[in-house]
């Protein structure tokens, strides 16, 4: 692929996810060899693109006395300080994005203790000798 061009991240991910989908624990370094090819090459780019990364990072750390983050991003490019903020939307924004992630991350909890469970009964449904 040439440098400049590349596909947006929809494609990469179904790219991904077909080859993937047969591997139980995929290793970074494969997935960066899927998509490699796929990926913008722009310096320019990469470097805009770092910078943000490292931005985004610097203020996920700010956090108050007990550990909780201060500022939350508003998906528009700016980032709410919820211990200051007096904008109801700007802190409804963030309450929405919160209650997302504490949703998505509610199902992934359930998805893995269904795991769990399902493996430990099929272990002790094979080591059973049917006498009780």
């Not at 899927?34 to 310096?43: A, G």
């Amino acid at each position: 692929m040439e440098n400049g061009k590349k596909f947006d991240n929809k494609t990469i991910k179904k790219i991904v996810a077909n080859k993937i989908k047969k591997i139980d624990k995929p290793d970074i370094i494969d997935i960066v060899g899927i998509i490699r090819p796929y990926y913008s090459w722009d310096e320019d780019d990469l470097i805009e693109r770092e910078l943000k990364n490292k931005a985004r990072a610097i203020m996920r750390s700010f956090k108050d006395d007990e550990g909780v983050r201060t500022y939350f991003s508003g998906n528009d490019g700016f980032y709410i300080n919820i211990e200051k903020s007096t904008d109801l939307e700007d802190l409804q924004k963030v309450d929405r994005q919160l209650k997302q992630k504490y949703n998505g991350l509610a199902g992934a909890v359930d998805k893995v203790r269904k795991r769990i469970v399902n493996i430990i009964s099929r272990y002790n449904g094979a080591n059973s000798t049917g006498v009780q």
